[in-house]
């Protein structure tokens, strides 16, 4: 299963609202994650099952979607989460499959 | 909250061969299924392979099938990932992941990884 990202890439600032989309290449349910990596770290797990936040993710973020097409939207965007964003389904596995990524970068 | 701890990355040459190491702590190493996932420089993230709790049952990239493999010792708390015939195309940074694996009383997540090692640079050049 292919996921594709968009954009790959956008410029905010702090206080704005994005929203970054993912769209898998087949129906996946809501086996959909998302991480963020800020530059030079390990990525970090935000989001399962397309909108359930894992324990200790800012409320800021939240996820939606399913079947094929989801997003990531981040309200008032903070300094720290300036980073990139990676999508990754889990429905049919292995291989897991991840988007291109999305870099949220300062305006 | 779970940590891992990533070691054996380097400078190998073309065709040679690496054997890298991730040590677990702070949860149930046993009880999970482990991940491998890499990323080339200035490339997304790649998921390499993937072993269940027990070993029993292994997973990995075409591309890599034959070349890795990857294994765990509970005992030890320690996932590794053998790599043979290492070409330039497998010059990343190395990450050693925790699967999610929860289960609620309706539902099993799995094939997700919420703790991530800090990475362990491989460069195959000569």
């Known amino acids: 299963i292919e996921m594709t990202q968009s954009p790959s890439s956008l410029s905010a600032s702090v206080g704005d609202s994005v929203t970054i989309t993912c769209r898998a290449s087949?129906?996946?349910?809501?086996?959909l994650n998302w991480y963020q990596q800020r530059p030079g770290k390990a990525p970090k797990f935000l989001i399962y099952d397309a909108s359930t936040l894992q324990t200790g993710v800012p409320s800021r973020f939240s996820g939606s979607g399913s079947g094929t097409d989801f997003t990531l939207t981040i309200s008032s965007l903070q300094p720290e989460d300036f980073a990139t964003y990676y999508c990754q389904q889990s429905y049919s596995t292995p291989p897991l499959t991840f988007g291109g990524g999305t870099k949220v970068e300062i305006k | 909250q779970g940590q891992l701890v990533e070691s054996g990355g380097g400078v190998v040459q073309p065709g040679g061969s690496l054997r890298l190491s991730c040590v677990a702590s702070g949860f149930t190493f046993s009880s999970y299924g482990m991940h491998w996932v890499r990323q080339a420089p200035g490339k997304g993230l790649e998921w390499v392979a993937l072993i269940s709790y027990d070993g029993r049952n292994k997973y990995s990239l075409d591309t890599v099938k034959g070349r890795f493999a990857i294994s765990r010792d509970n005992s030890k708390n320690t996932l590794y990932l053998q790599m043979n015939s290492l070409g330039a195309e497998d010059t990343a940074v190395y990450y050693c992941?925790?699967?999610?694996?929860?289960?609620?009383?309706?539902?099993?997540?799995?094939?997700?990884?919420?703790?991530w090692g800090q990475g362990t640079k491989v460069t195959v050049s000569s």
């Open positions: 087949q129906s996946i349910s809501t086996y």
């Open positions: 992941g925790k699967d999610l694996g929860y289960c609620t009383s309706s539902s099993c997540y799995r094939d997700a990884v919420d703790i």
